[in-house]
């Protein structure tokens, strides 16, 4: 499968994932809060149901759910992951989402596919910002040569893909390729859309704590191609 795909990934046989899944549901549902749930789908703006679960409840669930069973090799994170997405409730996302993170430092370029469909699928910022920061921003690190997923992205359509080529630099540090940071911003600095400008901002900003004179530079050189929103998030952390 080439990692741009745009069809659904295949989900992997993972004995693995069927018992990680099974117990899943059972330990999430029954701590199911309905009226938690009803609060928190609309302060999501309906982008899904949920169960109603508190994070550090749903953290310590989550627990249990992996207590005694074997590291999950790529196959069955994929295979979980994709199995989480199918599922309505919101937090099985967040888990597949935790999982990811956890794991991602032994895992292959081949997973981003798989991280591809998450983003862009049932998405709001919940899931696309860490998937974006931890996961491609991990594969990326490991595989430099998924920059050219991440060049394809930020001209992309979908303003999920957009933001995650934004973000996924965003821990790197000493460790950011300033140009094609500085380029992606250019390449989207006219947006439309405010997550798009928010991540901007947020990227700049974010590598300002590193490198706030070339942050300075850059703006003050190209400040007028980027929305007003983007160059106020970019300054926080430059200085006087």
């Known amino acids: 499968m080439s990692v741009t795909a745009r069809g659904l990934p295949d989900v992997p046989h993972s004995p693995l994932a069927d018992t990680v899944v099974e117990r899943l549901t059972s330990v999430y549902a029954a701590a199911a809060d309905p009226e938690r749930a009803a609060a928190l ?53 967040y888990f597949a989402v935790d999982l990811l993170r956890r794991h991602v430092t032994k895992c292959s370029s081949g997973l981003l596919p798989v991280v591809r469909h998450l983003l862009t699928t049932v998405s709001w910022w919940d899931t696309v910002d860490p998937l974006s920061v931890h996961v491609v921003g991990g594969l990326v690190a490991a595989d430099r040569d998924l920059t050219a997923e991440t060049d394809a992205w930020i001209g992309d359509a979908d303003r999920r893909l957009v933001r995650a080529a934004l973000l996924h630099q965003l821990r790197y540090k000493e460790r950011t390729d300033t140009g094609r940071l500085f380029s992606y911003c250019l390449r989207q600095g006219g947006h439309d859309d405010f997550f798009v400008r928010k991540a901007i901002g947020w990227c700049l900003r974010e590598y300002a704590r590193t490198g706030p004179d070339a942050v300075r530079a850059f703006v003050a050189e190209h400040g007028r191609r980027l929305a007003p929103l983007s160059v106020r998030e970019a300054l926080r952390n430059t200085g006087p």
């Open 41 to 93: 789908r609309a302060y999501m703006r309906d982008a899904a149901p949920f169960l109603g679960l508190t994070s550090p409840d749903r953290r310590a669930l989550s627990r249990t759910v992996l207590a005694g069973v074997p590291r999950p090799g790529e196959p069955d994170l994929a295979a979980i992951a994709l199995r989480c997405r199918r599922l309505p409730e919101r937090e099985y996302h």
